[in-house]
């Protein structure tokens, strides 16, 4: 192999700097904004919320999903992956017509614990009942899309403890 | 960056027409561009697709989170928004067909660069056994050329480009001019264990990126984002390493936006140049040049010579053999993905490394023992990568079950970078069940005519992909994982063709004219000013990713283009 001629040297010595400001240039000095729904119907969008906050609520490590925009991001990929545009819009219907058969109100009205019993017969597919199946179906979905939206957000990479994107001058390999 | 007049391809009065024209700007095309405007050549170069530069247009160090989208794909950036690969398998007014039965997708690069911007950068050199396959198991064909033929052009490009990796010794693996290896991530030292627990060999990868600075280009700074575009200009892409340096002598011309129709011939069959459609004003255009290299990619070419029908080629240029778009093949891809117990809880720390595993599985074994024939090699993947859209996905497969809640935070905060993957690459064998050929009732927006494709895996293709999975399950057995998905049991997951995007062969390379359509040089047996510099003349595929070849077979046949224009010869 050629030897580092003192040109390369420099010319890396001389891209660094470069190159991070550009990079800083092109952080985002705010988050996306936050626009009314394009999808959801205000009440739809209601129940998304809660129930996105109720599958990423807020903890020691970070925010609820929705602090971190994940309602929003909910509904610009119903059009962005219109694949889900039914089994979500179902599925929030399934779950208004379960709490209004459970306690007589929709899922957004009904108290905290009446909310968990439903999401309990639901949230895990292998003990849950076979009349829950569409139940089942709708939740496994949406909990990808809600972990999807928050885990890619600022707040959600922050908590995985995302610790790259960034210049590294010596590679060292795993550091455990 | 174009002339002044590369844009629309007229030529002002008074100036002449180039030396050489090239079709395409990817690793053949760029390669021959960059050697030939060394060389003394005038040279333009059409490319399908827009200028696109890394150092000015890549996405390097885009958060997910800044786009709504958070990364994920669209419809011609299937890799991802961010990715440097506009194109895809599915482009609007660029329609392909596939014959009944057959499952095939075909993907396009439309940029500058084509390929070479998004790639994998394993850049594997064939070795000695690969070019005389027939010779040892008795299937395909042998080349015209050995890989004592290449070597010298593999050193070439090895020391032009750089690569890293690490002397071995292995019987068909050859050493290249190594730059240092990356040391491996946490994860791949667990791989690394496990593989040599079962007497597997695993080594650092040979990848096109620089650990050290070379030729005025600086290091990796280790933001794993290769497939972007390096704006550091620290890993192999044609428009980075091989166009701008071919820009800076000043006898390159790029015309971007300019989708070849066909090569025009003289009355004596050479070529007079190429007609092309400029997209942006909507009409048709030629170059004359005393040179044409097609480099437009193994089926594009195939195709832009099929369409390339004169009396003196009645069938297409070079194609009295019939040979044109016959023995195409992939690679025989399967993979599958793991949840490792022992990765959870990881440490945090920034295990990014350079834009590709850092380790990998040469093929080593003694294919005469197997129920299949030829080889194939196994790549990784895993660690704390930059989450995107699609993050955390399948709790309900995962220890917790589902879940919702506090629970479900701490859970995917535990098994975030537990997760790792296998993917099989292996050698397919060139048969007549696979080719392209054109679609007679069928064109594209601008009235060019498609390509239909034909596809049928051998049962030796599946067998291979069986013990691919097989390797798989004991590795990950070792490792004390579980699979992350469910693989078909009669297909082991083999990929469609066209789907791990190594086509090859459509144009293929020989000593007899009846049987092939360019010579040992890339040469068009039937019009000797046309030569073919990309996967198209490829004889076999390897159980190697190509594109180190294409550059090497590229360097080869520029280099005696050059020798022969020189002699008057062409």
Known sequence: MTDIARRDVLGLMAAIPLLRAKWEQSLPARPPDRLPAAFFTATEFQTVRILADLIVPRDDHSGSASDAGVPEFLDFVMTEWPDNQTPIRGGLAWLDRESTHRSGKPFREVTAGDQAAILDDIAYPARAKAEMAAGVEFFTRFRDLVLSGFYSSKEGVKDLGYRGNTFVTEWKGCPQ | ?570
């Not at chain 2, 011309?253 to 459609?277: C, K, Q």
Request: hydrophobic share 35%.
């Open chain 2, 1 to 570: 960056m174009t002339g002044r007049d590369g844009r629309t391809g007229r030529r002002a009065g008074g100036q002449e027409p180039p030396d050489v024209v090239i079709i395409g700007s990817g690793a053949g095309g760029g390669m021959a561009a960059y050697m030939l405007t060394r060389a003394g050549a005038r040279v333009t170069v059409i490319e399908a697709g827009p200028l696109w530069w890394p150092d000015e247009n890549s996405d390097m160090w885009k958060w997910n989170y800044e786009s709504m989208r958070r990364g994920s794909s669209t419809r011609t950036r299937p890799f991802g928004e961010f990715d440097a690969g506009d194109g895809g398998w599915d482009i609007p007014g660029e329609p392909y067909t596939v014959a009944e039965g057959s499952k095939f997708g075909w993907y396009r690069g439309r940029l500058l660069g084509g390929r070479t911007n998004h790639w994998g950068r394993i850049s594997l050199r064939f070795g000695p056994l690969d070019f005389r396959r027939k010779s040892i198991d008795g299937l395909g064909d042998d080349w015209p050329i050995s890989y004592d033929d290449v070597k010298p052009y593999y050193d070439q490009v090895d020391q032009l480009i750089g690569i890293f990796g690490s002397p071995e010794g292995l019987p068909n693996e050859p050493d290249g001019i190594f730059l240092p290896p990356p040391e491996p991530r946490c994860w791949e030292k667990v791989i690394q264990k496990s593989a040599k627990g079962l007497g597997m060999t695993i080594i650092p990868s040979r990848l096109s990126i620089l650990t050290r600075p070379l030729n005025g280009r600086p290091a990796c700074h280790y933001c794993g984002q290769c497939n972007r575009g390096c704006r550091a200009n620290a890993n192999f892409s044609s428009p980075g390493v091989l166009l701008r340096p071919a820009m800076a002598t000043g006898r390159l011309t790029i015309i971007p936006n300019a989708m070849a129709r066909e090569i025009t011939t003289l009355p004596d069959g050479r070529a007079r140049g190429v007609s092309y459609i400029d997209k942006a004003a909507g009409r048709e255009m030629e170059i004359r040049a005393r040179v044409v290299v097609v480099a437009a990619s193994a089926c594009e070419s195939a195709r832009l010579l099929l369409n390339s029908k004169s009396s003196r080629h009645p069938n297409g240029l070079s194609n009295s053999s019939g040979v044109l778009g016959k023995y195409l093949t992939d690679t025989v891809g399967t993979g599958i993905g793991a949840f490792v117990p022992s990765l959870m809880n990881g440490k945090p720390h920034n295990c990014d490394g350079v834009g590709g595993a850092h380790l990998y599985f040469p093929w080593v074994m003694d294919n005469r023992k197997l129920g299949f024939p030829r080889g194939y090699h196994i790549e990784i993947w895993g660690g704390r990568g930059m989450p995107r859209a699609g993050a955390m996905g399948g709790m309900q497969d995962r220890p917790i079950g589902g879940g919702y809640g506090a629970s479900l935070k701490a859970a995917a905060r535990s098994y975030y970078g537990a997760f790792i993957g296998f993917d099989g690459r292996g050698e397919q064998i060139p048969t007549e069940h696979c080719f392209c050929e054109i679609d007679p009732k069928v064109v594209d927006q601008w009235g060019i005519p498609v390509l239909r494709f034909h596809w049928k895996w051998a049962d030796w293709e599946i067998n291979q992909a069986k013990h691919m999975q097989k390797t798989f399950a004991e590795l990950i057995d070792a490792m004390g994982g579980t699979p992350t998905w469910k693989v078909d049991e009669d297909t082991a997951g083999i990929e469609d063709g066209g789907v791990i995007i190594h086509e090859l062969g459509t144009v293929r390379m020989g000593n007899d004219p009846g049987k092939s359509a360019v010579n040992r040089f890339c040469q068009a047996h039937e019009a000797k000013n046309v030569f073919v510099t990309d996967g198209g003349p490829f004889v076999s595929q390897a159980d190697k990713n190509p594109t180190w070849t294409i550059l090497a077979l590229s360097m080869r046949t520029s280099e005696y283009i050059a020798e022969q224009m020189k002699a008057n010869a062409l």
